[in-house]
């Protein structure tokens, strides 16, 4: 099975400030990631998928980067919406796999 | 745009089988892959299977064969069996449709609470 590492499991920010999520998986997934946004209470989104493709109604300020085992989420300048837990995912192979999360705070 | 409803009993005995409908609408069941994924309270997510209407399935082995989903393309509608729970299989389940097997999870349900208590 591939594991998929989340890092910072959470973090605290500002409006306005740029962010940086990282996604590390135990093996070679070439760019089958995607990144879900996840508020309180509700379903996860998706914002992000084949690595860095934008999914359809996300804002531009979200991108994706990476490849292999290596993959970034950035928010270039947060907005009070972006408040939120974020997933990383593969769909290299089966079983499908999340990272652990990462909180976005205020700060 | 498709749209994802779970339901489900709330409250299930410890040793019982669970079970979980997904209603489809604004798209036809046989056009996606449709996923369950779970969600411990305060916990992240964990994939569980998928089915296709054609028969195609797979699991999570991480479940030990106790998951079982279906698709009714009659009632447009995907259940999950879950059987033997325990207080583990607490969580919120999310149904979730994607394109294909390696395609990302694009649609979502609102998520059903399933708590496994005596």
């Known amino acids: 099975d591939i594991q998929m590492t989340q890092s910072p499991s959470s973090l605290s920010a500002s409006v306005g400030d740029r962010v940086t999520i990282t996604c590390r998986a135990s093996?070679?997934?070439?760019?089958?990631l995607n990144w879900y946004q996840q508020k309180p209470g509700k379903a996860p989104s998706l914002l992000i998928y084949?690595?860095?493709s934008l999914q359809s109604g996300v804002p531009s300020r979200f991108s994706g980067s990476g490849s292999g085992t290596d993959f970034t989420l950035t928010i270039s300048r947060l907005q009070p919406e972006d408040f939120a837990s974020y997933y990383c995912?593969?769909?290299?192979?089966?079983?499908?796999?999340f990272g652990g999360g990462t909180k976005v705070e205020i700060k | 745009q498709v749209q994802l409803q779970e339901s489900g009993p709330g409250l299930v005995k410890p040793s019982e089988t669970l079970s979980l409908t997904c209603i489809v609408s604004?798209?036809?069941?046989?056009?996606?892959?449709w996923s369950w994924i779970r969600q411990p309270p305060g916990k992240g997510l964990e994939w569980i299977g998928y089915?296709?209407?054609?028969?195609?399935?797979d699991y999570n082995p991480s479940l030990k064969s106790r998951a079982t989903i279906s698709v009714d393309m009659s009632k447009n509608r995907v259940s999950l069996k879950l059987t033997s729970v325990t207080a583990a299989d607490t969580a919120v389940y999310y149904c979730?449709?994607?394109?294909?097997?390696?395609?990302?999870?694009?649609?979502w349900g609102q998520g059903t609470l399933l708590a496994v208590s005596s």
């Open positions: 979730a449709g994607a394109g294909g097997v390696v395609t990302p999870l694009h649609s």
């Open positions: 604004g798209a036809s069941v046989r056009s996606y892959y």
């Open positions: 089915m296709f209407y054609s028969g195609s399935t």
């Open positions: 093996q070679s997934i070439d760019t089958y």
């Open positions: 084949a690595a860095s």
């Open positions: 995912q593969q769909s290299y192979n089966s079983p499908l796999s």
